[in-house]
């Protein structure tokens, strides 16, 4: 599987994640930069949870 491929099937695993799994991963990250992937990963989840809620107006 190559580079692209693989990045592919990570954010189809990753773009339904809730939110407090990806803080759980951001809190048992082995390494700094492991927490700091898992961190950017948290907040495109909740940028797009935002940007849903928004377009839906229930703010």
């Known amino acids: ?13 990753c773009r339904d994640m809730d939110i407090e799994e990806t803080m759980e991963l951001v ?3 082995e390494t700094e930069e492991e927490g700091e992937f898992f961190s ?3 907040d495109f989840i909740l ?7 928004i377009a839906q107006k229930e703010f």
């Open 1 to 13: 599987m190559s580079g692209i491929e693989a990045a592919k099937k990570l954010y189809n695993t």
């Open 40 to 42: 950017m990963l948290s």
């Open 47 to 53: 940028q797009r949870k935002q940007r849903e809620v």
């Open 27 to 29: 809190l048992n990250a």
